[in-house]
């Protein structure tokens, strides 16, 4: 039975361009949408962009054009975005759009109706850049927590919605739902938020102060309110309560979106749809949707990504340089879902040369090769007492395979993209140490091991032709020519991606060049020359990878028949450690004691002069050695801090 999928993005402000955060959030949309559709299920993914308010009037001003003709422009950049990356949303809203519009003055007037809207006065500090008021509690120094901007205070009469009212039923469906906002720490916030009391949602501001924004059915001296035009659009693409496609899809509904607009998804939505439930004679949670998966923000280089930075990379221009598939993969795998991540050309292309260019690349090129070159290019048929053995000559890739499958599943109903790439990659490399270990080119020459060859070629084969089907949510480019390469045609499923249905005879064509590497002189703008120290130059994670911690030296004595080597026993405050050190020449032991010196804390133990030693003392010495002093602080840390 197919089962249906309905996802969301947020829709973006058409005052910006596309950036990579908009493409990472749609990514996420694409794959996982693919991914079920592989499965079987009737699947789509909204997305679209919210063209109201404050911020696009100001922006189409500055531009000295309407608000529609910005909106026109910058909707259709984001849509050509999306196209440009092959990111198959199935519907794309405008909240300009008179569908939505109509959906959105619909619900007002439900909820006028109902009476859970009222007129009421307002003042507070106000956000032009966010489209919101700040509590006391929110703002820093005076200015909004995001933007650092100085905030406005305001005060005017406005509508309300009585969101305060929904606040005991939200906290009793967060906490019986756990995984209704996921992963758990953003859900552990909203269970923050809502220990204040909940404040009535101001939903309107005066047409005076701002003509761009919907209408409100019963007083058209106002306009929406960003938040009540902008939410609705996830059921207004839908038709609203009642239309088929909403009845059909609505129940399923599960948004993404970062943590910057997690309060308006968590709380004013749910309250909101609380709301209309009970308009239309329903329990509260009726209209509820099913999860609100949250992930954290991309840096660039280590950097909040700002237009004042001038680090914000266009949606699709790592793209343009590295090929889509290389793109997807690498914020796919290098972000955990839920927490921050760094983007850097660096990373991108050390993932796609090592990843994509070595692990499955090669793979895949390696594979088909053999297959063409020892059997002809027909996959031999599975020799029926073939002997797969963990231990024997030919290993059984079958729960290796079995095992990656499993996580992908398991990863994907949460979104864990990054674990079910892992898991895959597990598998790859699972089966280059199975070729590594196998020789087939060797085996092909020896008497009497046809079988054993057949074997061996029909695994190799196998496992492209289930890569081909499980990459292909993630990288669906190159997964499709891993399934052509096989000579796999139609939509792939996840329940062909069965170990063992590959048949005998299919024909298999070599398939190279599927990821090629990136070299460094490539990465480089063009026209800057090679600095010539390039190859002693490490990364800052390189750097990272080397522990230095303070220690204090408890003991010292010198080493039986050693000249240079003086035994020291150090505290890193949570342990004592012993380490040998070639500062004998320069330093007498009773020097030592009561030092705070600095060690590489992470260093493979050695042993010198037969004594076991666990780090390194670092110390400055001239070329010869002829001087030589040991780092100590400048002033007091404790010993175990670390030093970087
Ligand atoms: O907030 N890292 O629109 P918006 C990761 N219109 N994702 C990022 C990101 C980053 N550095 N920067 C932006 C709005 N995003 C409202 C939404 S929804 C009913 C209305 C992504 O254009 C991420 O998905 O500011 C974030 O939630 C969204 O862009 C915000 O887009």
């Given at each position: 039975?197919?089962?249906?999928?309905?996802?969301t993005?947020?829709?973006?402000?058409?005052?910006?361009?596309?950036?990579?955060?908009h493409?990472?959030?749609?990514?996420v949309?694409?794959?996982m949408?693919?991914?079920?559709?592989?499965?079987?299920?009737e699947?789509?993914?909204?997305?679209?962009?919210?063209?109201?308010?404050?911020?696009?009037?100001?922006?189409?001003?500055?531009?000295?054009?309407?608000?529609?003709?910005?909106?026109?422009?910058?909707?259709?950049?984001?849509?050509?975005?999306?196209?440009?990356?092959?990111?198959?949303?199935?519907?794309?809203?405008?909240?300009?759009?008179?569908?939505?519009?109509?959906?959105?003055?619909?619900?007002?007037?439900?909820?006028?109706?109902?009476?859970?809207?009222?007129?009421?006065?307002?003042?507070?500090?106000?956000?032009?850049?966010?489209e919101?008021?700040?509590?006391?509690?929110?703002?820093?120094d005076?200015?909004?927590?995001?933007?650092l901007?100085?905030?406005?205070?305001?005060?005017?009469?406005?509508?309300?919605?009585?969101m305060?009212?929904?606040?005991?039923?939200?906290?009793?469906?967060?906490?019986?739902?756990?995984?209704?906002?996921?992963?758990?720490?953003?859900?552990?916030?909203?269970?923050?938020?809502?220990?204040?009391?909940?404040q009535?949602?101001?939903i309107?501001?005066?047409?005076t102060?701002?003509?761009?924004?919907?209408?409100?059915?019963?007083?058209?001296?106002?306009?929406?309110?960003?938040w009540?035009?902008?939410?609705?659009?996830?059921?207004?693409a839908?038709?609203?309560?009642?239309?088929?496609?909403?009845?059909k899809?609505?129940?399923?509904?599960?948004?993404?979106?970062?943590?910057?607009?997690?309060?308006?998804?968590?709380?004013?939505?749910?309250?909101?749809?609380?709301?209309?439930?009970?308009?239309?004679?329903?329990?509260?949670?009726?209209?509820?949707?099913?999860?609100?998966?949250?992930h954290?923000?991309?840096?660039?280089?280590?950097q909040?990504?700002?237009?004042?930075?001038?680090?914000?990379?266009?949606?699709?221009?790592?793209?343009?340089?590295?090929g889509?598939?290389?793109?997807?993969?690498?914020?796919?795998?290098?972000?955990?879902?839920?927490?921050?991540?760094?983007?850097?050309?660096?990373?991108?292309?050390?993932?796609?040369?090592?990843?994509?260019?070595?692990?499955?690349?090669?793979?895949?090129?390696?594979?088909?090769?053999?297959?063409?070159?020892?059997?002809?290019?027909?996959?031999?048929?599975?020799?029926?007492?073939?002997?797969?053995?963990?231990?024997?000559?030919i290993?059984?890739?079958?729960?290796?395979?079995?095992?990656?499958?499993?996580e992908?599943?398991?990863?994907?109903?949460?979104?864990?993209?990054?674990?079910?790439l892992?898991?895959?990659?597990?598998?790859?490399?699972?089966?280059?140490?199975?070729?590594?270990?196998?020789?087939?080119?060797?085996?092909?020459?020896q008497?009497?091991?046809?079988?054993?060859?057949?074997?061996?070629?029909?695994?190799?084969?196998?496992?492209?032709?289930?890569?081909?089907?499980?990459?292909?949510?993630?990288?669906?480019?190159?997964?499709a020519?891993?399934?052509?390469g096989?000579?796999?045609?139609?939509?792939?499923?996840?329940?062909?991606a069965?170990?063992?249905?590959?048949?005998?005879?299919?024909?298999?064509?070599?398939?190279?060049?599927?990821?090629?590497?990136?070299?460094?002189?490539?990465?480089?703008?063009?026209?800057?020359?090679?600095?010539?120290?390039?190859?002693?130059?490490?990364?800052?994670d390189?750097?990272?990878?080397?522990?230095?911690?303070v220690?204090?030296?408890?003991?010292?004595e010198?080493?039986?028949k050693?000249?240079?080597?003086?035994?020291?026993?150090?505290?890193?405050?949570?342990?004592?450690r012993?380490?040998?050190?070639?500062?004998?020449?320069?330093?007498?032991?009773?020097?030592l004691?009561?030092?705070?010196?600095?060690?590489?804390?992470?260093?493979?133990?050695?042993?010198?002069?037969?004594?076991p030693?666990?780090?390194?003392?670092?110390?400055?010495?001239?070329?010869?050695?002829?001087?030589?002093?040991?780092?100590?602080l400048?002033?007091?840390?404790?010993?175990?801090?670390?030093?970087?």
């Amino acid at each position: 039975m197919s089962r249906v999928f309905y996802l969301t993005t947020p829709i973006y402000y058409v005052n910006d361009a596309p950036h990579l955060g908009h493409a990472y959030t749609t990514i996420v949309a694409d794959a996982m949408t693919r991914y079920r559709r592989l499965a079987g299920d009737e699947a789509f993914f909204l997305t679209g962009t919210d063209e109201h308010g404050d911020k696009i009037a100001q922006a189409a001003a500055r531009a000295g054009i309407s608000p529609q003709a910005l909106a026109d422009r910058n909707s259709a950049a984001f849509r050509a975005a999306w196209d440009a990356l092959g990111l198959g949303y199935g519907d794309y809203i405008r909240t300009t759009e008179p569908r939505h519009e109509r959906v959105v003055q619909a619900i007002l007037q439900q909820l006028w109706d109902a009476g859970e809207i009222y007129l009421g006065k307002y003042g507070g500090h106000y956000c032009f850049g966010c489209e919101r008021f700040y509590t006391e509690k929110e703002i820093v120094d005076g200015k909004c927590p995001d933007h650092l901007t100085p905030l406005t205070w305001i005060e005017e009469e406005n509508y309300f919605f009585k969101m305060s009212r929904y606040q005991a039923w939200l906290i009793d469906t967060v906490q019986r739902q756990p995984d209704l906002i996921r992963p758990e720490r953003y859900r552990n916030e909203v269970l923050g938020f809502l220990r204040d009391p909940l404040q009535d949602l101001s939903i309107s501001r005066p047409r005076t102060r701002l003509e761009w924004g919907i209408p409100l059915p019963f007083d058209d001296k106002y306009v929406t309110y960003v938040w009540f035009d902008a939410l609705i659009n996830y059921v207004s693409a839908l038709g609203g309560p009642g239309e088929p496609r909403f009845e059909k899809f609505w129940p399923v509904a599960q948004h993404v979106t970062a943590k910057d607009i997690l309060k308006p998804h968590a709380i004013y939505w749910p309250c909101m749809l609380a709301a209309l439930a009970k308009v239309h004679g329903k329990p509260p949670e009726a209209y509820l949707y099913r999860h609100l998966n949250v992930h954290g923000y991309w840096t660039i280089e280590g950097q909040k990504m700002s237009k004042s930075l001038g680090n914000v990379f266009a949606a699709v221009a790592p793209a343009e340089k590295y090929g889509t598939d290389a793109y997807r993969y690498f914020v796919l795998r290098e972000m955990v879902f839920g927490l921050d991540a760094d983007f850097s050309e660096a990373g991108l292309v050390g993932r796609l040369n090592a990843d994509l260019a070595n692990d499955l690349g090669n793979l895949v090129s390696r594979a088909t090769t053999l297959i063409v070159n020892l059997a002809g290019g027909n996959v031999p048929a599975l020799p029926a007492e073939a002997k797969f053995h963990p231990f024997g000559l030919i290993p059984d890739l079958r729960p290796e395979y079995e095992r990656a499958l499993a996580e992908v599943k398991r990863a994907m109903t949460e979104f864990g993209f990054h674990r079910a790439l892992g898991a895959m990659w597990e598998f790859i490399g699972a089966v280059n140490r199975f070729v590594d270990q196998t020789q087939p080119w060797l085996i092909a020459k020896q008497i009497g091991r046809r079988q054993d060859l057949d074997a061996v070629l029909y695994s190799l084969a196998e496992s492209l032709r289930v890569l081909g089907i499980l990459l292909s949510p993630y990288i669906p480019a190159a997964a499709a020519r891993i399934r052509e390469g096989l000579s796999q045609s139609g939509e792939p499923t996840l329940a062909d991606a069965e170990w063992g249905r590959l048949t005998s005879g299919t024909r298999v064509q070599k398939v190279s060049g599927l990821f090629p590497r990136v070299e460094d002189h490539e990465r480089r703008p063009a026209g800057t020359a090679k600095p010539d120290t390039t190859a002693g130059l490490i990364s800052i994670d390189d750097f990272g990878k080397i522990q230095l911690r303070v220690a204090e030296v408890v003991a010292a004595e010198a080493v039986p028949k050693s000249k240079k080597l003086l035994k020291l026993t150090v505290s890193l405050g949570s342990e004592q450690r012993t380490i040998v050190a070639g500062i004998a020449q320069h330093y007498a032991p009773a020097d030592l004691v009561g030092k705070k010196v600095v060690v590489v804390a992470n260093l493979e133990a050695a042993k010198l002069m037969g004594i076991p030693s666990q780090g390194m003392v670092l110390a400055g010495s001239t070329e010869d050695d002829g001087a030589l002093a040991v780092l100590t602080l400048d002033r007091d840390l404790p010993p175990g801090a670390r030093v970087r």
